[in-house]
């Protein structure tokens, strides 16, 4: 049996921070209470058993266990649950950097800052005491217009043809929702940049708001009388929880799915990178990335804890499959094999098309918007609606650490 996910410590935690509690035991045996760890031994249990050879190995259901196997698999009809699972190398050819890529990835740029670890400009803690590293790296992201790529369209397809089960998204880009992807197909694990709230009495801010602060170089700071909280966009920090629509989507539509694509994700992250081990034995794994990581925890405290790995390499693999390639070439080569190439290739030259004007209305209209102003951005007035000024009043005295919404 796989761990049940209500086992997951469902606060996020990048992985070096997970390896560590996990070398010094402390941290896991705090926040891993007894029901918990006896539904990890019954999986590591069962893992053992499979590994020992004491149940029968499950069935390959792959005919070739590489991309064109995926490709007859999907076109034989035999994957008609297919849940996708991606991180921000699908969106790094939008113009947006992902995390950890060498150089280029927002991990390495973030000297001037000074700050403690890399991690710290998304950590709530260090957030609540100075929120201008986030908005500093963050600004560009929010403020510029990216339009989706083809692997987000390639991700529309999959819904439009009835095959896609639920994609899992780690970004916060929203360009899913840009790419048209239907918001009950999706879940934003770590939430998403379309509103704000202020930490310390919740009032909620418009992106448009938060946008119009940060092109004057403002910190959005929240305009109910008496209150100067930072306004937070609606992301999930390290050291918050995951939506509790994460969880309940996952115990739901993992043991059905009959086909894992994992896209442009370091897998570093938890608890969004253990997921991939709850799709059933059978379920073949396709894995495209510039870089090949997730393999085989072989460890049994990282099996405990993190479930096994991928067999990429194995010669006992007959599920996992991994396709070094930049995500838009990988989903192409599919769709080619699937005989949908020129359909996404269409797909993506309209939409593009019709985001270019979008944004060109956009930009005219903010330029015209724009009237000499005398006042410092933080007194621009506050766009939210009558009932949510009602709302503020009463919340005035609500204090900070307010969870992640669903
Ligand atoms: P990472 O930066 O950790 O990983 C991105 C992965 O995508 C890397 O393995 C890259 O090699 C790969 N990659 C980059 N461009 C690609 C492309 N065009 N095609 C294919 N692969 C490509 O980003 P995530 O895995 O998304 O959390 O990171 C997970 C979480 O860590 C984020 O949600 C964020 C971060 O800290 C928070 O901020 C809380
Ligand atoms: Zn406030």
Same mark, same amino acid.
């Given at each position: 049996?796989?761990?049940?996910?209500?086992?997951? %410590?469902?606060?996020?935690?990048?992985?070096?921070?997970?390896?560590?509690?996990?070398?010094?035991?402390?941290?896991?045996?705090?926040?891993?209470?007894?029901?918990e760890?006896?539904?990890d031994?019954?999986?590591?249990?069962?893992?053992?058993?499979?590994?020992?050879?004491l149940?029968?190995?499950?069935?390959?259901?792959?005919?070739?266990?590489?991309?064109?196997?995926?490709?007859?698999?999907?076109?034989?009809?035999?994957?008609?649950?297919?849940?996708?699972?991606?991180?921000?190398?699908?969106?790094?050819?939008?113009?947006?950097? %992902?995390?950890?890529?060498? *150089?280029?990835?927002l991990?390495?740029?973030?000297?001037?800052?000074?700050? =403690?670890?890399?991690?710290?400009?998304?950590s709530?803690?260090?957030?609540?005491?100075?929120?201008?590293?986030?908005?500093?790296?963050?600004?560009?992201?929010?403020?510029?217009?990216?339009?989706?790529t083809?692997?987000?369209?390639?991700?529309?397809?999959?819904?439009?043809?009835?095959?896609?089960?639920?994609?899992?998204?780690?970004?916060?880009?929203?360009?899913?929702?840009?790419?048209?992807?239907?918001?009950d197909?999706?879940?934003?694990?770590?939430?998403?940049?379309?509103?704000?709230?202020?930490?310390?009495?919740?009032?909620?801010?418009?992106?448009?708001?938060?946008?119009?602060?940060?092109?004057?170089?403002?910190?959005?700071?929240?305009t109910?009388e008496?209150?100067?909280?930072?306004?937070? =966009? %609606?992301?999930?920090?390290?050291?918050?929880?995951l939506?509790?629509?994460?969880?309940?989507?996952?115990?739901? %539509?993992?043991?059905?799915?009959?086909?894992?694509?994992?896209?442009?994700?370091?897998?570093?992250?938890?608890?969004?990178?253990?997921?991939?081990?709850?799709?059933?034995?059978?379920? =073949?794994?396709?894995?495209?990335?510039?870089?090949?990581?997730?393999?085989?925890?072989?460890?049994?405290?990282?099996?405990?804890?993190?479930?096994?790995?991928?067999?990429?390499?194995?010669?006992?693999?007959?599920?996992?499959?991994?396709?070094?390639?930049?995500?838009?070439?990988?989903?192409?080569?599919l769709?080619?094999?699937?005989?949908?190439?020129?359909?996404?290739?269409?797909?993506?030259?309209?939409?593009?098309?019709?985001?270019?004007?979008?944004?060109?209305?956009?930009?005219?209209a903010?330029?015209a918007?724009?009237? =000499?102003?005398?006042?410092?951005?933080?007194?621009?007035?506050?766009?939210?609606?009558?009932?949510?000024?009602?709302?503020?009043?009463?919340?005035?005295?609500?204090?900070?650490?307010? *969870?992640?919404?669903?």
């Amino acid at each position: 049996m796989m761990t049940d996910s209500k086992s997951i %410590d469902n606060t996020i935690k990048d992985d070096k921070h997970a390896d560590s509690s996990l070398a010094t035991g402390q941290e896991n045996k705090e926040k891993v209470s007894k029901k918990e760890f006896s539904k990890d031994q019954e999986y590591l249990k069962e893992y053992f058993a499979k590994a020992l050879g004491l149940r029968p190995p499950p069935k390959q259901v792959l005919s070739t266990v590489d991309m064109e196997g995926i490709a007859k698999l999907i076109s034989e009809g035999k994957a008609k649950n297919i849940i996708t699972m991606a991180g921000a190398g699908i969106s790094t050819s939008a113009g947006i950097p %992902d995390f950890r890529s060498p *150089k280029t990835g927002l991990y390495d740029n973030l000297e001037k800052f000074n700050l =403690p670890n890399p991690q710290a400009v998304f950590s709530i803690d260090y957030f609540k005491e100075n929120p201008v590293p986030y908005f500093t790296v963050r600004k560009e992201m929010i403020l510029g217009n990216f339009k989706p790529t083809p692997c987000h369209y390639f991700i529309r397809m999959l819904s439009e043809k009835g095959l896609l089960l639920r994609h899992y998204t780690q970004n916060i880009d929203a360009l899913e929702r840009t790419a048209g992807i239907d918001p009950d197909l999706m879940m934003e694990a770590h939430g998403s940049n379309r509103v704000g709230h202020c930490l310390n009495c919740s009032s909620e801010y418009s992106h448009k708001w938060i946008k119009d602060i940060l092109r004057k170089d403002g910190i959005p700071k929240c305009t109910v009388e008496g209150c100067t909280g930072t306004i937070k =966009p %609606d992301t999930v920090f390290f050291g918050e929880q995951l939506p509790k629509r994460f969880t309940e989507l996952v115990d739901q %539509d993992f043991d059905k799915c009959d086909l894992l694509i994992i896209l442009g994700t370091s897998l570093k992250v938890q608890p969004f990178a253990r997921i991939t081990s709850r799709v059933p034995d059978e379920t =073949p794994r396709l894995y495209i990335n510039l870089e090949k990581t997730g393999t085989e925890a072989n460890h049994p405290l990282c099996v405990l804890v993190f479930g096994g790995g991928f067999k990429f390499d194995d010669e006992d693999n007959y599920r996992d499959v991994f396709v070094e390639a930049a995500c838009d070439d990988g989903c192409y080569r599919l769709a080619d094999l699937l005989g949908w190439g020129d359909e996404l290739r269409d797909l993506v030259k309209r939409e593009h098309a019709k985001l270019d004007v979008e944004f060109e209305e956009e930009e005219r209209a903010w330029a015209a918007s724009q009237i =000499p102003v005398s006042t410092t951005a933080n007194q621009k007035p506050c766009q939210i609606t009558p009932q949510q000024k009602n709302k503020n009043i009463k919340n005035k005295n609500v204090t900070s650490n307010r *969870k992640q919404k669903p």
